[in-house]
């Protein structure tokens, strides 16, 4: 092989060892500085937010991706050691690369000059300036499967990922002609390939097992390991590797055996049946082999292959190595079977065990731990820390005493068996229960932690008998989750009047300088309102005001006392019906903000513990009821923002009749950011959009106002639904990485009655059809705004003449009592019933708003308890008959400008439009647009006239060039014709076709618009 194409070596034998870190490759430009970018953080923060249960293959794909966008480079390439044959590389994970690109590189020697190879060989960063095949491997040359006609100088570099021992893979990316990475790159490129060496090191991946290693160091260990050949009465097939052409061999036609596999899989060779293996079941197959013939003995193994159509089925193979009369392994020869029924069911335990919340812990017959699920790795330690060892000595339960003991002795009583031990941090406690199984023991751990908390909170009141502590930490917990002034009214009322054995209880609010009732219970509404108001703050001359000024409890044991102290009070204590109250001045921060009424049906002194309990009670309430009005205010405030950013009202259109609810959630200040809209487009269309910002705040109502004001924004350019929702993705990838929408555009045109639209994270809308049926309209949501790669999936349906297009947000069906899908078959039956109960289908948008109302009320929780905003909008169509819309082809010559406007007064007159002003203005628009395109465009010409909430003429030319309004000079001889359109026409623009553009323009017509079509029999052009 040649390897002159600029390799550089960055290391020297007699150097000393450099970390990774600090390699660059000799001979490069620098194109960087070696500190790391903002985008470089980013990325790594990125990739440390990976799930800990990631697939070991998404694991490397996420961080191959990543890799190559960092350093901009054309793909990349992640190889690891393992498979059939010691001193090989296999590739287990590319990104951006066709696959005619990584066929040469499935499998390299490590002994070779490519740079993957150079990397893991030598620990070291290296480069090549010219891509080349890799060394090729016994029955496989590379060199034969390099794609032609790539382009020279495409530069490839290569970093070590760390692994066990000698044993390390590589992680490359391929650059641009003329690219050549600096110190930054191979930086990032190396901290990528030592995260993914640390991610990967539970898997196994990068090290070779103990049986291997022993092996290849010549140590003493087991010398052959009978395979289990055949399951009885299981069909299974007979195969024949030979280790020195790479051959496939088998007794029987392996689809017989392995339904769906290819047939021609035998023929293609070793390769062809590892690229079958599943991705995850890959490293562990090929480290199989190896075992089997590093040790010349037997190996079985268990994983997963794909069928033609796809899917994967499970297979048991097992098989045995032969050597020559030197020892040297010759072939392999094995037996597969299909065991998919097998794992089918192991699988469905697993998960169910798998997700359990209880810890589940299986030991065998040697007490040795052989599976646990996720909560019982957050107990005892990770499975891959844990299994195999003895349960007792795991740090987490070895200072259990007995523990072993109580195992032996419930596997010989046969009997399960439960105990509580204090967790390892000496603060939860779990409750284990043991339960004798066959061949071992399983162990179910419950954290009782609360439980305990609980029995020794309840223990400890009971001891110090502290029933007003009690009260006060009650009544202090409902006032701290009240969130609105009734809600502090209520905690106040239900922590304290059965308590106090109170019968009546009044909160007052300082509004200016008078007391306004805020809320009362054990009062009449008569006595509410004669109170209401009736006293001021600064007055001292009613109890109120008197206890404001003091800042104390005021208390009054008797209707007497009440008008000995203050003299002309009769009414009101004749109107309360109560016998003594307690007045608490409420005050925060030296301000008063109201005062609490405490009364009682029969005369009553307070002793001083009570009194004392009063005065602290008064605090509270005072600082909840403080919060309560702030977050009043806010929750105003918040809601005005999020009803101005919705529509004010929708537009009234005859080519659709809409009708639309939002209802905001009942959870708190926190707004949602749920929004639709209804826009007018040019040729009668009608955009109809819904979308949803995930999450709850003020960040996210305004969100909601900018997308929406975006989507709008955007419609005026004439941009189909994908391109749009496009636009949107990259606005909200601007906002951060925890900016999330979704929004399905749809934009519907009368005259050929479908619907186009995409979808970014919405619920299919719902279609109430002419005959009465409901149906979802088909598509496959791509994933939300903010994380979907576009392009974006663009749909087109048709809509018969009085459709009832549902659109919807998630909030509307679905619940935390109810799932996405049962909402949606609620949704759909509802319209049902609805939409067959109705005697036809009428434009007024009143019977759409009762039908709004209708299903809002009954798909949405009772008021108060709604926990996520909603949003419904519901369109009637109405398509444009046939009579209302004409067009014609016209010549691409001069003479076009004058049968166009012969066209244009016939249509006009035959539409009884025949007013002059009307004739000669469309004339001279139509005149304009047809002489510019046989001026400046190319044909074939199109005239269209639809005659809707508008007169509307429009212009079709094969050429790509937008027209635009441009200043002129008195010399000028051209350039006023779209000046002119624009001062006669109520508006114009240009919508880009399939075959080229159209230019519209829009004029209001003399008399009230033409309805559309309503019957369904008229038919567009």
Not at 132 to 153: C, F
Not at 760 to 779: C, I, N, R, W, Y
Not at 792 to 804: H, V
Not at 944 to 957: N, Y
Request: glycine letters at 10%.
């Amino acid at each position: 092989m040649n390897t002159s194409g600029g390799e550089a070596h960055s290391t020297d034998p007699s150097m000393p060892h450099v970390p990774h870190s600090l390699h660059q490759p000799q001979g490069l430009r620098t194109i960087a500085t070696a500190w790391p970018s903002d985008t470089h953080r980013i990325r790594m923060r990125l990739l440390d937010a990976v799930d800990e249960d990631r697939r070991d293959v998404e694991v490397l794909l996420t961080a191959l991706q990543q890799a190559v966008a960092e350093v901009h480079g054309l793909g990349g390439m992640v190889h690891l050691p393992g498979g059939g044959m010691s001193g090989i590389l296999y590739l287990v994970a590319d990104s951006g690369l066709p696959e005619s690109m990584t066929r040469p590189w499935l499998i390299i020697p490590v002994r070779g000059a490519a740079p993957p190879s150079r990397a893991a060989r030598n620990d070291t960063v290296t480069w090549r300036s010219d891509l080349a095949p890799p060394d090729p491997v016994p029955g496989r040359d590379p060199s034969a499967l390099w794609p032609s006609r790539l382009p020279a100088g495409i530069g490839h570099l290569a970093v070590p990922i760390p692994g066990g021992g000698r044993r390390r893979g590589a992680l490359s990316v391929l650059f641009a002609p003329g690219d050549e990475p600096g110190a930054a790159e191979c930086a990032f490129l190396d901290e990528v390939a030592g995260w993914m060496s640390g991610r990967l090191a539970s898997s196994g991946i990068l090290s070779a097992s103990p049986t291997l290693l022993r092996a290849l160091e010549n140590e003493p260990g087991p010398r052959e390991v009978t395979p289990a050949w055949d399951v009885e009465g299981a069909p299974c097939v007979t195969y024949t590797w030979d280790l020195r052409t790479g051959e496939l061999t088998s007794d029987r036609p392996v689809e017989e055996v392995l339904a769906g596999i290819d047939p021609k899989v035998m023929s293609g060779g070793i390769e062809a049946w590892a690229a079958l293996i599943h991705p995850d079941d890959l490293p562990g197959a090929v480290a199989g082999f190896d075992t089997g013939i590093q040790l010349r003995g037997g190996f079985q193994n268990e994983y997963r292959v794909r069928r033609e159509d796809g899917t994967y089925l499970w297979i048991e193979a097992g098989a045995r190595t032969i050597t020559d009369l030197d020892g040297t392994p010759v072939k392999v020869i094995g037996t597969l079977r299909d065991s998919s029924e097998t794992h089918a069911a192991a699988e469905s335990v697993g998960r169910a065990l798998q997700h359990m919340s209880d810890g589940f812990v299986s030991l065998d017959a040697d007490w040795r731990i052989g599976f646990l699920n996720q909560a019982a790795e957050r107990f005892l330690g990770a499975a891959g820390d844990v299994a195999g060892d003895l349960l007792w000595n795991i740090p987490a339960v070895g200072a259990v005493p007995g523990l072993e003991q109580r195992c032996r002795a419930t596997a010989a009583e046969g009997r399960p068996a439960g105990f509580d031990i204090p967790g390892p941090d000496g603060m939860s406690w779990y409750h284990l229960r043991l339960v004798p199984v066959p061949e071992g023991l399983t162990l179910y751990i419950t954290d009782t932690t609360e439980r305990h908390l609980r029995e020794a909170e309840r223990a400890a009141a009971e001891r110090a008998s502290a029933e007003r502590a009690a009260l006060v930490q009650r009544v202090t917990r409902e006032l701290a989750e009240a969130v609105t002034a009734q809600d502090v009214m209520a905690a106040t009322a239900d922590g304290v009047m059965t308590a106090l054995g109170a019968t009546g209880l009044v909160m007052l609010g300082v509004v200016g300088d008078r007391l306004n009732v805020v809320g009362s219970r054990g009062y009449a509404e008569r006595f509410t309102r004669l109170l209401d108001g009736r006293w001021t703050v600064r007055d001292t001359m009613n109890p109120v005001g008197d206890a404001l000024h003091t800042r104390t409890p005021l208390c009054i044991s008797s209707p007497e006392e009440f008008l000995t102290r203050y003299p002309g009070t009769e009414s009101l204590i004749q109107e309360s019906g109560k016998q003594a109250w307690a007045f608490l001045p409420l005050a925060v921060s030296g301000r008063e903000i109201g005062a609490a009424v405490i009364s009682f049906g029969r005369p009553r002194v307070l002793d001083d513990d009570e009194r004392t309990l009063l005065t602290a009670l008064s605090g509270l309430i005072a600082q909840a009821l403080e919060r309560a009005g702030l977050y009043d205010e806010a929750t105003t405030r918040a809601r005005t923002l999020q009803r101005s950013l919705l529509p004010q009202a929708l537009p009234e259109l005859p080519e659709v009749t809409t009708a639309a609810r939002y209802q905001p959630a009942k959870q708190g200040s926190d707004v949602g950011g749920d929004w639709y809209d209804v826009i007018p487009l040019s040729a009668a269309r009608v955009a109809l959009v819904i979308g949803d910002v995930m999450g709850h705040g003020m960040a996210e109502a305004a969100t909601m106002g900018r997308l929406r004001t975006a989507v709008r924004t955007l419609s005026e350019l004439e941009l189909p639904p994908d391109e749009i929702l496009g636009h949107l993705n990259d606005i909200v990838g601007e906002l951060g990485n925890d900016a999330f929408a979704t929004c399905l555009y749809g934009i519907y045109d009368p005259v050929s009655r479908c619907l186009s639209y995409a979808s970014a994270g919405q619920p299919p809308p719902a279609v109430a059809h002419p005959d009465g049926t409901v149906t979802f309209l088909p598509m496959t949501p791509d994933p939300p705004l903010g994380v979907a790669a576009p392009p974006f999936e663009a749909l087109e349906t048709p809509l018969p003449a009085g459709s009832l297009l549902a659109l919807y947000s998630d909030g509307l069906v679905e619940s935390k009592d109810r799932d996405v899908t049962t909402g949606m078959n609620h949704l759909a039956e509802l319209l049902f019933e609805s939409v067959n109960a109705m005697p036809d289908a009428p434009s007024d948008a009143s019977d759409l708003d009762a039908l709004c109302a209708t299903l809002t009320s009954a798909l949405l929780p009772a008021h108060g308890a709604l926990t996520d905003d909603a949003a419904l909008l519901l369109a009637r169509t109405h398509p444009l008959d046939a009579e209302n819309v004409a067009e014609w082809p016209l010549p691409e010559d001069p003479v076009a400008a004058g049968r166009a406007r012969e066209l244009v007064r016939a249509q006009l007159t035959d539409w009884d439009l025949a007013d002059e002003d009307l004739l000669m203005t469309t004339e001279l628009v139509v005149s304009e647009l047809v002489g510019n395109v046989v001026r400046h465009a190319c044909g074939p010409i199109r005239l269209r006239m639809l005659r809707s909430r508008a007169l509307i003429c429009e212009v079709s030319d094969a050429s790509l060039t937008t027209p635009h309004i441009r200043h002129t000079s008195a010399t000028d001889e051209g350039g006023r014709g779209l000046q002119l359109i624009s001062a006669l026409c109520q508006r114009w623009g240009t919508r880009h076709t399939r075959t080229g553009k159209a230019i519209w323009t829009e004029q209001p017509l003399p008399s009230a618009p033409v309805r559309p079509a309503r019957d369904g029999t008229g038919s567009g052009p």
